[in-house]
T-cell receptor, first 111, second 117 residues
Framework: TQLLEQSPQFLSIQEGENLTVYCNSS?????LQWYRQEPGEGPVLLVT?????EVKKLKRLTFQFGDARKDSSLHITAAQPGDTGLYLC???????????FGTGTRLKVLA | ETGVTQTPRHLVMGMTNKKSLKCEQH?????MYWYKQSAKKPLELMFV???????ENNSVPSRFSPECPNSSHLFLHLHTLQPEDSALYLC????????????????FGPGTRLTVL
């Protein structure tokens, strides 16, 4: 059972466009992380959100944690080719020893 | 700089070989993790260690054998692997174990690309 579903799975857009990636679950998470991963490399942490309704901004990236802490979104404004990569969400739940990873969203930004 | 290093970065081995992957974290973290990432599949958790004690073995075949001699080092010993074990193997660490009362974050190493012939 996949506890974290990401959508869309693939996204190809032109430079300058905006996009939103979603991470959804029926489970409550204590915290949720977003990572970006480039081919052949490990995931690099972008942000951690811990409070329901929390919004964090990282330059052109805006992250939101759902009020019920079951879902999250990543919005990119004016996408650039350097944003290309695999975006992963991950969450942890109290009482478990593992982080649950989403299915991933592969983004390609064309110049 | 994530503070988590992995060696080697690339490894090609035959099915009868024995090899080891090494992970080292310089972050003072107490928990370390091994993941397998195959093409078109979500990250698969393999093992979890907390203060050198294994707390999770996610139904991993015995041909993968982890070792955590101290909280900074983690090894994955490989023996008699199959071609389907070819993947990117990722190590990660966190200050506290996942699921702790206080939320925490994992930091990943660059991974070892393993090819089994």
């Amino acid at each position: 059972t996949q506890l974290l579903e990401q959508s869309p799975q693939f996204l190809s857009i032109q430079e300058g466009e905006n996009l939103t990636v979603y991470c959804n679950s029926s489970s409550v998470f204590s915290s949720l992380q977003w990572y970006r991963q480039e081919p052949g490399e490990g995931p690099v942490l972008l942000v951690t959100v811990v409070t329901g309704g929390e919004v964090k901004k990282l330059k052109r990236l805006t992250f939101q944690f759902g009020d019920a802490r079951k879902d999250s979104s990543l919005h990119i404004t004016a996408a650039q080719p350097g944003d290309t990569g695999l975006y992963l969400c991950a969450g942890d739940r109290a009482g478990t020893y593992k982080y649950i990873f989403g299915t991933g969203t592969r983004l390609k930004v064309l110049a | 700089e994530t503070g988590v290093t992995q060696t080697p970065r690339h490894l090609v081995m035959g099915m009868t070989n024995k090899k080891s992957l090494k992970c080292e974290q310089h972050l003072g973290h107490n928990a370390m993790y091994w993941y397998k990432q195959s093409a078109k599949k979500p990250l698969e958790l393999m093992f979890v260690y907390s203060l050198e004690e294994r707390v999770e073995n996610n139904s991993v075949p015995s041909r993968f054998s982890p070792e955590c001699p101290n909280s900074s080092h983690l090894f994955l010993h490989l023996h008699t692997l199959q071609p389907e074990d070819s993947a990117l193997y990722l190590c990660a660490s966190s200050l506290r174990l996942a699921g702790s009362v206080k939320p925490d974050t994992q930091y990943f190493g660059p991974g070892t690309r393993l090819t089994v012939l």
